[in-house]
């Protein structure tokens, strides 16, 4: 079974710092790893993903991810953080199900990145 | 359409009573998948259609919840005798699908479901 780790509830950064927000997983096979984002009182949407490739991976409004796969890690980055970007993420591995019908979305429990003026 | 739409985007209902949720994914997607969020917790697999058929119900919490999907389209949560603890959002979610696809999964902005 496919299981998603964000072991930080929040993270907490200055306006204009780098953030980072950890994800750690665990799969069999290959993994095809998402972050999603969600403001409040809206739906997630899409940052970015990893399927194959560079392991690093560049994803919408200046966020990026490194797959370590030594590591089974996909943290999240951005080099300059901002005050919009306060939300919580969503980590997520993508595996195929066990009775190989199709593949399903595993979710880390979520981080709330804060980040302050 | 667009995206994956849900509707109602909120519900307020009485305990006990029955409740639909519907979402309309994006026209052409083939794999449909319901999620629940309740407060300050993350997202729980509910179910996941390929086409018309569900091949994994396995996160649906308890025999009151049932989904069904009709023409490959719109899907339809039903939570009967609804309880408080069902209170949440119910998140909706679509993508193209063929065996190992690689696309990405969209999701609807979800209903809010409060039970009183």
């Known amino acids: 079974a496919q299981s998603v780790a964000q072991p930080e509830d929040q993270v907490n950064v200055a306006e204009g710092n780098p953030l980072t927000v950890k994800c750690t997983y665990s799969v069999s096979g290959n993994p095809y790893l998402f972050w999603y984002v969600q403001y409040p009182n809206r739906g997630l949407q899409f940052l970015l993903k990893y399927i194959t490739g560079d392991n690093l991976v560049k994803g919408s409004y200046g966020f990026e991810a490194e797959f370590n796969k030594s590591q089974t890690s996909f943290h999240l980055k951005k080099p300059s953080a901002l005050v919009s970007d306060s939300a919580l993420y969503f980590c997520?591995?993508?595996?195929?199900?066990?009775?190989?019908?199709?593949?399903?979305?595993?979710f880390g429990g979520g981080t709330r990145l804060m980040v302050k003026p | 359409g667009a995206g994956v739409s849900q509707s109602p985007s909120n519900k307020v209902t009485e305990k006990g009573k029955d409740v639909e949720l519907r979402c309309d994914p994006i026209s052409g997607h083939t794999a449909l998948y319901w999620y629940r969020q309740s407060l300050g917790q993350g997202l729980e697999f509910l179910i996941y259609f390929q086409g018309n058929s569900a091949p994994d119900k396995s996160g649906l919490p308890s025999d009151r919840f049932s989904a069904e999907r009709t023409g490959g389209s719109v899907s339809t949560l039903t939570i009967q005798r609804t309880q408080q603890e069902d209170s949440a959002v119910y998140l909706c979610?679509?993508?193209?699908?063929?065996?190992?696809?690689?696309?990405?999964?969209?999701f609807g902005s979800g209903t809010q479901l409060s039970v009183l």
């Open positions: 979610a679509s993508s193209l699908e063929k065996g190992q696809g690689a696309s990405g999964v969209f």
């Open positions: 997520a591995v993508r595996a195929r199900m066990n009775n190989n019908a199709g593949n399903m979305l595993t």
